[in-house]
């Protein structure tokens, strides 16, 4: 009898998953494993609200196992120990999982490959649709620094097609362990309107979203109160979803179903990226020089929704309600604390990671990087108007009310500028002064100990 662990990690599904379609097929009895690393939940990277997503992605995860035979084992410790345990005492030959792109992820495949007495399978094209290595310059180099010729090249790699789940999965005699509750990875409540994780919500998300919504999406993915997005890249980013099954689920029969694919290349993109530079997490992957401003009680104006500039504000609260921002606005936010208030694209980032529930960091890391002017963006020096922003992507004002009620009050386009308003109806708002002043040929902060 043969045995083979499938160690899920960011793949947390049983449609189109490599790991377990290649352990079920390739041995007589699987383990299903997940390990609960304190070197994760320690550090303050899983913040609650992917703390609450996760639990519930490995309680569906469980489910949909158990249906077909087996259960999910869980073990709450180092990686490789845990791994090398289950080896010894199960005789495992084989164990299989998903291979990743960042420092830490890197760090841990080199470990089980090194530390294992079995045969360690990484698995490419499982978290990515397009696998990191498999797509490099004509010219030389270890990946593409510019989106556009990627993209191309992107286009022409053939995709494997999505593989089935396992019909039936047989376990070894052991005891599977209990699934983790949220409060057991993060503490802290998460946000109000999350969204709910597990497989079953992604697949039922994805079907809505492939049968006509997508199909909007060229026209409509920039309206702001419209929010027409998928909202699928929480279930991308912990893999309750599968990438390639997305793409071929999405096709390209229309305009919108084209552009949402070449969002999963921008994605597969920065994957690429970071696995050949996994230092760009924490360091600028274009250095240019930049004296970054450091304005504590600034930043926190920013992280709390407090600049005066509504559709900053609005895209912050946005973020603090549901664990998640529109792309428009985070383009929006990340702009105006790089490129308006000068401050460390690094901080932006922090942030982002703890609250986002689709907090990556490679998506997360290197979009900051490239609004910051220090990644891969031929325009370094481009910065994003907030006042031309919000005239354009939010015309009448409606996701500024709906996220901004200070300002709920004000009709149309004048909620932009409160600061504007007649004296009388100013005098009744909660809201701040904005906290940098805009109008002028070069910015001024209204801290006078600062200046620009």
Same mark, same amino acid.
């Given at each position: 009898?043969?045995?083979?662990?499938? *160690?899920?990690?960011?793949?947390?599904?049983?449609?189109?998953?490599?790991?377990?379609?290649?352990?079920?097929?390739?041995?007589?009895?699987?383990?299903?494993?997940?390990?609960?690393?304190?070197?994760?939940?320690?550090?303050?990277?899983?913040?609650?609200?992917?703390?609450?997503? +996760?639990?519930?992605?490995?309680?569906?995860?469980?489910?949909?196992?158990?249906?077909?035979?087996?259960?999910?084992?869980?073990?709450?410790?180092?990686?490789?120990?845990?791994?090398?345990? +289950?080896?010894? @005492?199960?005789?495992?030959?084989?164990?299989?999982?998903?291979?990743?792109?960042?420092?830490?992820?890197?760090?841990?495949?080199?470990?089980?490959?090194?530390?294992?007495?079995?045969?360690?399978?990484?698995?490419?094209?499982?978290? !990515?649709?397009?696998?990191?290595?498999?797509?490099?310059?004509? /010219?030389?180099?270890?990946?593409?620094?510019?989106?556009?010729?990627?993209?191309?090249?992107?286009?022409?790699? /053939?995709?494997?097609?999505?593989?089935?789940?396992?019909?039936? *999965?047989?376990?070894?005699?052991?005891?599977?362990?209990?699934?983790?509750?949220?409060?057991?990875?993060?503490?802290?409540?998460?946000?109000?309107?999350?969204?709910?994780?597990?497989?079953?919500?992604?697949?039922?998300?994805?079907?809505?979203?492939?049968?006509?919504?997508?199909?909007?999406?060229?026209?409509?993915?920039?309206?702001?109160?419209?929010?027409? !997005?998928?909202? *699928?890249?929480?279930? *991308?980013? $912990?893999?309750?979803?599968?990438?390639?099954?997305?793409?071929?689920?999405?096709?390209?029969?229309?305009?919108?179903?084209?552009?949402?694919?070449?969002?999963?290349?921008?994605?597969?993109?920065?994957?690429?990226?970071?696995?050949?530079?996994?230092?760009?997490?924490? @360091?600028? #992957?274009?250095?240019?020089?930049?004296?970054?401003?450091?304005?504590?009680?600034?930043?926190?104006? &920013?992280?709390?929704?407090?600049?005066?500039?509504?559709?900053?504000?609005?895209?912050?609260?946005?973020?603090?309600?549901?664990? &998640?921002?529109?792309?428009?606005?985070?383009?929006?936010?990340?702009?105006?604390?790089?490129?308006?208030?000068?401050?460390?694209?690094?901080?932006?980032?922090?942030? $982002?990671?703890?609250?986002?529930?689709?907090?990556?960091?490679?998506?997360?890391?290197?979009?900051?990087?490239?609004?910051?002017?220090?990644? !891969?963006?031929?325009?370094?020096?481009?910065?994003?108007?907030?006042?031309?922003?919000?005239?354009? #992507?939010?015309?009448?004002?409606? #996701?500024?009310?709906?996220?901004?009620?200070?300002?709920?009050?004000?009709?149309?386009?004048?909620?932009?500028?409160?600061?504007?308003?007649?004296?009388?109806?100013?005098?009744?708002?909660? #809201?701040?002064?904005?906290?940098?002043?805009?109008?002028?040929?070069?910015?001024?902060? +209204?801290?006078?100990?600062?200046?620009?």
């Amino acid at each position: 009898m043969t045995v083979a662990v499938a *160690l899920f990690t960011r793949d947390l599904r049983v449609h189109d998953n490599p790991v377990l379609h290649a352990a079920a097929t390739g041995a007589d009895r699987v383990i299903p494993l997940f390990v609960l690393d304190p070197a994760i939940t320690g550090t303050g990277f899983a913040g609650p609200n992917r703390a609450d997503f +996760l639990a519930l992605s490995l309680a569906d995860l469980d489910d949909a196992l158990r249906a077909r035979g087996a259960a999910l084992v869980v073990r709450r410790g180092d990686p490789r120990q845990e791994l090398a345990e +289950l080896v010894a @005492e199960h005789d495992v030959t084989d164990v299989h999982l998903a291979a990743d792109v960042s420092g830490h992820a890197q760090r841990r495949q080199d470990a089980l490959v090194d530390g294992l007495d079995a045969r360690v399978h990484l698995h490419d094209a499982s978290i !990515t649709a397009v696998a990191p290595g498999a797509i490099t310059p004509s /010219g030389g180099g270890a990946h593409f620094a510019v989106f556009t010729p990627y993209l191309r090249r992107w286009q022409e790699t /053939g995709q494997r097609s999505p593989l089935p789940p396992p019909d039936r *999965l047989r376990m070894p005699d052991l005891d599977p362990g209990k699934v983790p509750e949220a409060a057991e990875i993060s503490s802290g409540d998460p946000a109000e309107d999350l969204v709910g994780g597990g497989e079953r919500n992604g697949r039922s998300l994805l079907s809505e979203w492939a049968d006509g919504l997508v199909d909007d999406y060229s026209s409509g993915h920039d309206d702001l109160a419209g929010d027409r !997005t998928s909202r *699928l890249s929480p279930h *991308l980013h $912990f893999g309750t979803l599968s990438p390639t099954e997305v793409v071929h689920r999405v096709g390209t029969r229309t305009q919108g179903a084209q552009e949402f694919v070449r969002q999963v290349a921008w994605r597969d993109f920065h994957h690429q990226v970071l696995a050949a530079n996994p230092r760009t997490s924490i @360091e600028d #992957y274009r250095p240019r020089g930049d004296d970054w401003r450091d304005a504590p009680e600034e930043l926190r104006a &920013w992280a709390e929704g407090r600049t005066g500039y509504p559709i900053v504000d609005a895209g912050m609260r946005q973020l603090l309600r549901e664990g &998640w921002m529109h792309n428009r606005a985070r383009m929006i936010t990340a702009s105006f604390l790089t490129k308006t208030l000068h401050h460390d694209w690094r901080a932006g980032a922090r942030h $982002f990671l703890w609250h986002l529930v689709d907090g990556d960091v490679a998506n997360n890391q290197m979009n900051w990087q490239w609004v910051a002017g220090t990644g !891969t963006d031929t325009r370094p020096n481009r910065v994003l108007n907030p006042q031309r922003q919000a005239e354009r #992507y939010d015309p009448r004002g409606d #996701y500024v009310r709906r996220y901004v009620p200070e300002l709920r009050g004000i009709d149309g386009p004048a909620v932009h500028a409160p600061w504007k308003l007649p004296d009388d109806q100013r005098r009744g708002l909660s #809201y701040p002064e904005p906290i940098v002043d805009l109008d002028f040929g070069r910015r001024r902060f +209204l801290d006078a100990r600062t200046s620009d």
